[in-house]
């Protein structure tokens, strides 16, 4: 396991507190939904969150090390199981608020467009959020709070300094356990990576009830951060 300090962040209306945790470099490999995966964690361990591991992925950044070559995401470009490529779970998914048009959009002055969210971290709703247009493009900038993209745009190969590309899905299936369409956050690649091709993919598209054999997670021990409304 190793240990890093989850630094605090704001964005928008919202603080998220610092915290201390332990993670596996390494993904364990359940070929379960999200809902069964849970189930087959220890006690004092559990999955990581998206801002967990956006953490990690800027840490790496930050120092002038390639995310896509290290040890917590080189194994997303390799086939696992079946001839799958891994797909990661966390704890994080996003959820159609009650009531709302999923295909509802807002668009800011720069005419990107943006779909209102509910933020859950595991079965808590802890925020809400504007995500962008996620259609394979390039993320721009993150939201630290939340471990989200924050404004995504087309680019064409090569993209540097960017890795990570953002795929968002308004209208996922209704989930069968919660009765709502959440769509988990989950992390992949488009691979294989060769030379300064292949992408990291944040996908929220699909529901937690989602089974497939290359379905994996991050143990992580350590508390989950706060997220406070500071408006309210």
């Avoid at 890093?4 to 945790?21: C, D, L, N």
């Avoid at 308004?170 to 060769?194: F, H, K, T």
């Amino acid at each position: 396991m190793k240990r890093m300090i989850v630094q605090p962040a704001r964005s928008g209306h919202y603080h998220r507190t610092g915290h201390e945790i332990a993670y596996s470099p390494t993904l364990m490999a359940t070929g379960k939904n999200y809902h069964d995966s849970r189930l087959l964690i220890s006690q004092g361990q559990r999955m990581s969150t998206a801002a967990e591991e956006l953490a990690i992925q800027l840490g790496l950044e930050r120092a002038g090390k390639d995310p896509r070559k290290a040890e917590e995401f080189s194994g997303f470009f390799r086939k696992h199981r079946a001839r799958e490529y891994i797909r990661q779970m966390t704890l994080t998914a996003l959820r159609v608020p009650k009531g709302r048009n999923p295909w509802k959009k807002q668009t800011d002055s720069k005419g990107r467009n943006y779909y209102a969210r509910e933020v859950l971290i595991g079965g808590e709703v802890v925020g809400e959020f504007l995500v962008p247009e996620g259609v394979g493009h390039v993320v721009k900038e993150w939201d630290e709070v939340f471990g989200l993209p924050s404004a995504t745009e087309y680019i064409g190969f090569p993209h540097d300094p960017y890795t990570t590309h953002f795929r968002f899905n308004p209208s996922p299936v209704r989930d069968e356990r919660s009765g709502y369409q959440d769509a988990i956050v989950l992390r992949s690649a488009n691979g294989p990576l060769s030379g300064d091709t292949g992408c990291l993919d944040i996908d929220a598209g699909l529901e937690r009830s989602f089974t497939n054999s290359g379905n994996s997670v991050r143990l992580v021990s350590g508390p989950l951060p706060e997220i406070n409304n500071r408006h309210r």
